[in-house]
């Protein structure tokens, strides 16, 4: 990790290449330029780089943008909505041969938007596993559409028995879905039921927006597994994982400094 300083009190990152504490960006379309200065500015902080849904069949220089991720140590793959659409037409191996093209190491596997038989599901990941890391998506990006906490943990469970080396707890890029009430605060009995048997280590938390980044800090630590975060919002994400933004400011720092230090909320005084 880069540091202007060594401040004492903070986490311990876990290091690149990491399997625990990652953070995946979402790139919605950014142009090869807008990659260039993002790996110069957040490459140290990012694992992972998804091209969001379809964007990777669209974008231009799709193949420079590929190069310039990987030279900086970021692994890119592309949205599980692209692997429905291949499906969806019957294309698995157009799908296997277009991830190839591009030489993509990472594969998502989804049914967000396609009804998908789960055993069916199991079989692809499976078939992809042997010969690329998988990434398995559960929950749907529906809302309305809930999922009972014991079915999230069969399939869960099932996806990493079959060869998911993550599993990815939907919440969309709008953080309003799956994991999440339409508000966008999470669902805590659903994600507290999921982990007591589903290891945190295996999950990948979607979590756009910084006060579910915050919950889940504050839930798991620094080193929990967050995605879909904005490529503007990588380093204010670190800065909340080791404490260095309000939100976090305390976790870290002895009780005694807690005690002395941390403001008390106002309370309103009543006269008598």
Sequence with gaps: MISNFELPFLPEREKKERSEGITMMMDKGLSVS?????????????????????????????????????????????????????IVRNLFDEFRRFIDKFKIEIVEVSDGSITLEHDLKCEFIEKLSRDYTVMSEVGSKEEGILISPSKWIRMMSKEIEAGSWKVIAEGRESGSVGIFRPNGTPHTILINKIINKVSPNKILWEAPIKKQQVWFINLFGANVNLGNIAYNEVIPCECLRLGLRGDTFFNYLPEDTVASHKQLPNTAVTKK
């Design 34 to 86: 807008d990659v260039s200065n993002f790996v110069e500015n957040a490459g140290d902080f990012t694992d992972l780089v998804k091209f969001g849904f379809g964007t990777s069949l669209i974008v231009k220089n799709l193949e420079d943008k590929i190069k310039i991720y990987k030279e900086a140590g970021v692994k890119p793959y592309f949205g599980g909505t692209l692997f429905e659409a291949f």
